[in-house]
């Protein structure tokens, strides 16, 4: 059965750092893409980042480039999110996710995708 379970999060002041982690159950994240996206109130979900050890392919949204790292363990089948420089409109609630596609190609830009495996969610607040 394939599941993805975080934890991580929490409240940081502006300009701190706080990680994300995703343990992922059913599959092997050497061979499928995972990665992340967010939601904040009122706002519409956002596509944050993906990795796949299988083609090597990541993605990073504009908003988080140069913030935020993208990784796997591969012994330990878990996906990290290094958040770093964080800004209060990164408070969102975080949310692990697979496709259980092969690539990050078109993450969170190519309508076709579905994404049918989500976390319970991981609350980052960044406030003073």
Same mark, same amino acid.
Request: net charge negative; charged share 20%; hydrophobic share 30%.
């Given at each position: 059965?394939?599941? /993805? +379970?975080? !934890? #991580?999060?929490? &409240? /940081?002041?502006?300009?701190?750092? &706080?990680?994300?982690?995703?343990a992922a $159950? #059913? $599959? *092997?994240?050497e061979y499928?893409?995972?990665?992340w996206f967010?939601?904040?109130? #009122?706002k519409e979900?956002?596509g944050?980042s993906?990795? !796949?050890?299988n083609d090597? =392919?990541?993605?990073?949204?504009? !908003?988080v480039?140069?913030? $935020?790292?993208? !990784?796997?363990d591969n012994?330990?089948?878990?996906?990290?999110?290094q958040m770093?420089? &964080?800004?209060?409109?990164?408070?969102? +609630?975080?949310y692990?996710?697979?496709d259980l596609? &092969?690539?990050c190609m078109?993450?969170a830009?190519?309508?076709?995708?579905q994404?049918d495996?989500?976390? %319970? #969610?991981a %609350?980052? *607040?960044?406030s =003073?």
């Amino acid at each position: 059965q394939v599941q /993805v +379970v975080e !934890s #991580g999060g929490g &409240l /940081v002041q502006p300009g701190g750092s &706080l990680g994300l982690s995703c343990a992922a $159950f #059913g $599959f *092997t994240l050497e061979y499928y893409a995972i990665g992340w996206f967010r939601q904040a109130p #009122g706002k519409e979900r956002e596509g944050v980042s993906c990795i !796949s050890k299988n083609d090597g =392919s990541t993605y990073y949204a504009d !908003s988080v480039k140069g913030r $935020f790292t993208i !990784s796997v363990d591969n012994a330990k089948n878990t996906v990290y999110l290094q958040m770093n420089s &964080l800004k209060p409109e990164d408070t969102a +609630v975080y949310y692990c996710v697979t496709d259980l596609s &092969l690539s990050c190609m078109g993450w969170a830009e190519d309508p076709r995708r579905q994404y049918d495996y989500w976390g %319970q #969610g991981a %609350q980052v *607040t960044v406030s =003073s």
